[in-house]
């Protein structure tokens, strides 16, 4: 094995790739005239990241035309923006359509390189020739124009963000997709946009940023998380107005919730640190919805409880007890389930007096949930659930050992888990095989992972749901794609600084030597190998998806999302 010392070879920093190289000591300080910066205290900032440094590395200057889109609803997004000049227009509802916006597929390369990767045999690190292939995919810069804005004005419901308004904070900060379409209204809208490691700095060091922050992020998602909800939309108005004035966010967990869930899971604890949000038993009070990270419904067997299902973004918990209890005051019901979160979990609660108010009056009778069924009073179980529409969406469709496994070890989080039926697989390798030949010779993971009966959960990427590996990473090298959200990595901003191989819950990310065009492993002036992080990144430039599935010659792996268990279930009895 050789090695390359070249003398002063120093290691990645975070600011050695700039969000722009056109960003200029005049922008800096033009920028510090404008509120908020202009009342921001640099004393409070750390010298190795002032002020001045992260405006002018994590932030970049760009105009644009009227009726050019900033950013696009259901795109993954990194940052978030400032009107300095100009205006832009949110689209609040109906949604536009895809074609409108130009969402298309991203490019994937061609039959011939496909083709010739297969002998291809390259010394140089598959870190390096990634860069080319970011650099091609370029998803952060659309460039599309709206065309007949007037008749776009008039059909849909829109508003106005002013200079000196930020927007695409909620993407920015949550690690999930943008939630509106924005585009430039004038000749000419200035934005200053800020990656978000740039904006939790600013959020860290300066107190009124981050009650500003906060106040926006509240007043914006809320609107938004509560649209999601299917009986919202038979409200008025003003009906809406009064659910979202008494509707409350809460936070349980760590945002950084992976390290000590390592901790708990190798001592076998991992459900110790669970909050319980609602108990079985409990009088039903309020609406839970989900927003973010996931909870799981328990219920209680013996001493212990069982899971029955797990509830990911979206899902609401309590509303079919609360609309028994409104329709039949004389026969109450308590709550059929608990609900505990797992990990880091955002949660809207409704207080169950505005759900009698103003939401149940206005759902259609055919439209309301079933009655909950109980015994007789004099039955040990008073409130034993006999619903069936209730008992499908909570009751286990797999096996609850099965469920207990995929919930200790946190794998609902994978939206594209890889699952190995053992009882099928010959441990050819051909899956490896293929995974190398199409990443230059360097697979991206492991067969090896936790078994459960003949069910393998394999060291590979699952492009999670919420993916705590991007929480620490200083320079947003590990982001999502702007497209499809698959979560990879851009070598030429990673630092090998370790911090989302050591924040992965499922240990697929790996380091690897970053090589010269020789093959030679890069050794810096400390006299040890400069390192990058690597995963695998669902073969996405590739025709066909992941060639892991594809290689496999005995359907014994597949790819598979486990936020729901309908993958699942489907998988298991083909």
């Known amino acids: ?26 922008d800096v300080r033009r920028l510090l005239r404008i509120e908020p910066f202009a009342s921001m205290n640099p004393d409070t900032f750390p010298r190795g990241a002032s002020l001045q440094e992260i405006l002018r590395n994590d932030g970049r200057l760009r105009v644009f035309q009227d009726g050019e889109i900033i950013v696009r609803e259901g795109d993954y997004g990194t940052s978030a923006f400032m009107v300095l000049s100009g205006s832009a227009e949110v689209v609040l509802h109906p949604d536009l359509p895809p074609s409108v916006v130009g969402r298309r597929e991203p490019a994937k390369r061609g039959f011939f390189k496909a083709v ?51 927007f695409g904070e909620i993407a920015a900060l949550s690690r999930m997709p943008r939630t509106s379409t924005i585009f430039a209204r004038g000749p000419a809208t200035e934005l200053f946009e800020i990656r978000w490691q740039g904006l939790r700095d600013l959020m860290r060091n300066d107190a009124r940023v981050r009650e ?23 409200l008025s108005e003003e009906a809406k107005q009064q659910v979202m004035k008494a509707t409350q966010f809460e936070t349980y967990g760590d945002y950084d919730w992976s390290g000590e869930y390592k901790k708990l899971a190798q001592s076998g604890a991992a459900a110790a640190k669970e909050q319980i949000v609602a108990s079985e038993g ?25 899971t029955l299902n797990y509830l990911g973004s979206g899902r609401t ?21 608990s609900l505990r979160v797992l990990g880091y979990t955002h949660v809207l609660v409704i ?52 469920m207990e496994f995929l919930t200790q070890n946190r794998f609902f989080n994978g939206t594209e888990t890889m699952v190995i039926d053992m009882d099928r697989c010959t441990r050819c390798d051909d899956c490896v095989r293929a995974c190398a030949s199409t990443h230059d010779n360097n697979p991206r993971f492991l067969r090896h992972g936790p078994i459960h009966d003949n069910i393998m959960i394999a060291q590979a990427c699952m492009h999670c749901a919420d993916p705590v590996c991007m929480v620490g990473c200083p320079t947003g090298a590990i982001h999502r794609d702007a497209f499809e959200g ?76 486990l936020n729901t268990l309908d993958d699942l279930v489907g998988w298991l009895k083909r």
Not at 215 to 226: K, N
Not at 320 to 334: C, D, F, L, T
């Open 282 to 306: 409990d009088y039903p009070n309020s609406v839970v919805m989900i927003r973010a990270g996931f909870a799981r419904m328990t219920q209680r067997v013996g001493d212990g409880h069982r």
């Open 486 to 561: 698959e979560v990879v990595i851009n070598p030429a901003t990673c630092i090998g600084c370790t911090t989302c191989a050591n924040n992965c819950p499922y240990e697929a990310i790996r380091m690897v030597e970053q090589r010269s065009t020789d093959g030679e492993i890069l050794i810096a002036s400390d006299a040890k190998p400069i390192m990058k992080a690597t995963k695998c990144d669902l073969c996405i430039d590739q025709y066909g998806g992941p060639a892991c599935v594809r290689a496999c010659p005995h359907d014994a792996l597949k790819r598979m999302n």
């Open 351 to 402: 207080p169950g007096n505005v759900i009698e108010e103003f939401v149940l009056p206005a759902i259609p009778e055919n439209e309301l949930p079933p009655l909950i069924e109980t015994e007789s009073q004099d039955t040990a179980s008073p409130f034993a659930l006999k619903d069936e529409t209730a008992a499908e969406d909570s009751a286990p469709r797999v096996g609850p050992d099965l």
């Open 317 to 337: 918990y309590g509303f079919e007890e609360i609309a028994h209890n409104w329709r039949m005051p004389k026969h109450q019901v308590s709550l059929q389930y």
């Open 116 to 166: 010739a990767q297969l002998w291809g045999n390259s010394k140089e690190d598959e870190v390096e020739r990634q860069k080319v292939r970011l650099k091609r995919r370029g998803n952060d810069e659309h460039h599309i124009f709206l065309q007949d804005i007037p008749v776009i004005l008039n059909k849909h419901k829109t508003a106005t963000i002013h200079a000196g308004s930020f």
């Open 1 to 26: 094995m050789s090695f390359s010392t070249a003398p002063g070879l120093q290691r990645p920093k975070r600011w050695d790739s700039p969000f722009s190289e056109e960003i200029t000591e005049e």
């Open 212 to 234: 500003y922050i906060d106040g926006i992020y509240r007043e914006r998602a809320l609107s938004t998380y509560l649209a999601e909800i299917p009986f919202m939309k038979y």
